[in-house]
């Protein structure tokens, strides 16, 4: 029998399998995937400066893709503003076809190359595009990197393979060298598992660059509900080291600014935690350096 690539672990294909050695072997390629974000870490480090340095600067990050690509690429942005409070205006989400509702996702929108420049007006030199395709050559994707580039912006390429055209257009190329799909062809699995991984790895170091994390707490998260007031909450009772109702009492005063409201309960007054923040470029471990041995507080954690 003629088998191909979409063998697993060049044994039988996938559906040959027994329903537990299918699920063992879509685990395994999954796993798999995963190491090749590994291999990319120094590409991936790179990234997540390059952004940090651009939206700290005031410039937006760009995600552009197509099909199950576009999917992780819109997890990820759309995750940014609960996260870390990147205001919505520095994002741009492009995905091939526009965001899909109702659960239609047409794939001929991946071969609008012009779709993808009409997309790329909304760049602006100095702005940081994150261009996602599993194969590299996907048109819109492809078409995106090469006008943001020459519109000034910085482009970073995520891959699935290496010396792809996506990436060669990249100022910054992430080759995420995934092994043939279990199922293949559809990379909403193994590529996409990578491809998330490398995304969020790239997100959450912009958040930790530019001071919005504090002991591993997302110290700029935006308490917009019932769970993330707790969280903000518990945050700044266990960095200032004080009891829940003070931190609760110190959110109230700064209209729920997580770093305000750590400072504040540590012992500043509104104006100097303002002042220290906008001194220290939003990074709050600086900021305590200056308010922590002012009240001799023995409980605050580490700074």
């Known amino acids: 029998m003629q088998t191909d690539r979409s063998q697993c672990s060049r044994g039988a294909a996938i559906d040959q399998l027994s329903d537990r050695d299918a699920m063992s072997a879509m685990l395994t390629s999954h796993i798999a ?33 197509a099909g199950s690509s576009g999917l992780m690429a819109l997890a990820d942005a759309c995750e940014l503003p609960g996260t870390f409070q990147i205001p919505l205006g520095q994002i741009g989400i492009h995905m091939a076809g526009g965001v899909p509702t109702g659960g239609v996702m047409p794939g001929s929108t991946e071969d609008d190359r012009e779709d993808a420049v009409r997309a790329t007006r909304a760049i602006e030199e100095n702005d940081v595009a994150i261009v ?45 060298n995934t092994a043939p799909e279990v199922v293949e062809g559809s990379t909403r699995l193994a590529a996409g598992t990578a491809q998330k991984a490398a995304l969020n790895m790239i997100s959450t170091q912009v ?32 960095i200032a080291g004080v009891a829940a109702d003070d931190a609760d009492e110190a959110l109230r005063r700064t209209g729920y600014n997580a770093k305000l409201a750590t400072l504040v309960a540590a012992g500043a007054d509104l104006s100097e935690a303002q002042a220290l923040l906008a001194r220290n470029n939003g990074h709050l471990r600086a900021c305590l350096h200056h308010i922590i041995p002012k009240t001799k507080n023995q409980n605050a954690t580490s700074i």
């Open 33 to 65: 995937a995963l190491e090749s974000a590994r291999s990319a870490i120094a590409d991936i480090s790179a990234a997540g400066a390059l952004v940090a340095r651009i939206v700290g600067a005031g410039g937006a990050v760009h995600y552009a893709a």
């Open 207 to 238: 958040g930790v660059l530019l001071g919005h994390v504090h002991d591993g707490l997302m110290i700029n998260l935006n308490p917009d509900n019932i769970k993330l007031r707790q969280r903000a909450t518990d945050i700044v009772s266990r």
């Open 132 to 176: 996602v395709s599993a194969s590299g050559t996907t048109p819109y994707a492809l078409a995106f990197a090469e006008v943001a580039r020459a519109r000034g912006a910085s482009v970073i390429g995520i891959a699935n393979a290496a010396n792809t055209a996506l990436l060669e257009a990249s100022d910054i190329a992430i080759s995420l």
